[in-house]
């Protein structure tokens, strides 16, 4: 069976920058990643370079910035009043999670000064160049839940979890 749209994959990656930094090994940290093809759950370009492949294929893959987090926007980073952290300790290279326009975004605090801290919402690996190093393990059909929810479940999941007005 082939990587194609309504199909679970399970795969090993190592993802390193251009330098050859390692970022994020699945394998080392003994935890392999599932998707749901086809429903926005990886980077497009990584879906791409994954369509038609089997379990066993290994391949490397790089994103350009523009396929991956995008480019850095220098528009977003900018000055907040100190008062906006409530006396919390904040300090450079801290991160932190927090509700964006669009959801969810990771803030990088850049500088602290007495009145005004300096923060960047870019995501910490835009302007990038990525490289990926992939190896799939396992290729099946979804199942009418995960369709329905647009990820994998946990195996064993009771489809009657899932509304009947959800199912495609």
Do not use: C, F, W
């Given at each position: 069976m082939t990587i194609a749209p309504q199909r679970v994959v399970t795969l090993h990656y190592v993802?390193?920058?251009?330098?050859?930094?390692?970022?994020?090994?699945?394998?080392a940290r003994?935890?392999?990643?599932?998707?749901?093809?086809?429903?926005?759950?990886?980077?497009?370009?990584?879906?791409?370079?994954?369509?038609?492949?089997?379990?066993g294929a290994q391949l490397s893959v790089t994103l350009m910035p523009a396929e991956a987090?995008?480019?850095?926007?220098?528009?977003?980073?900018?000055?907040v009043g100190r008062h906006a952290f409530r006396g919390a300790e904040v300090a450079p290279g801290m991160r932190f999670q927090t509700p964006g326009d669009d959801g969810p975004e990771i803030v990088t605090v850049l500088?602290?000064?007495?009145?005004?801290?300096?923060?960047?919402?870019?995501?910490?690996?835009?302007?990038?160049?990525l490289r990926y190093r992939l190896e799939?393990?396992?290729?099946r059909e979804a199942t009418r839940a995960e369709l329905a929810k647009g990820h994998p479940l946990p195996p064993?999941?009771?489809?009657?979890?899932?509304?009947?007005?959800?199912?495609?």
């Open positions: 993802l390193s920058d251009q330098h050859g930094t390692v970022l994020d090994d699945s394998r003994g935890q392999s990643l599932e998707y749901l093809h086809g429903h926005g759950n990886l980077m497009a370009g990584l879906e791409r370079a994954l369509a038609g492949q089997g379990a987090y995008g480019l850095r926007d220098e528009a977003l980073v900018r000055e500088e602290v000064r007495d009145d005004a801290v300096v923060i960047d919402t870019n995501h910490p690996l835009a302007g990038q160049t799939i393990l396992d290729v064993g999941t009771d489809p009657g979890e899932v509304e009947d007005k959800k199912m495609p």
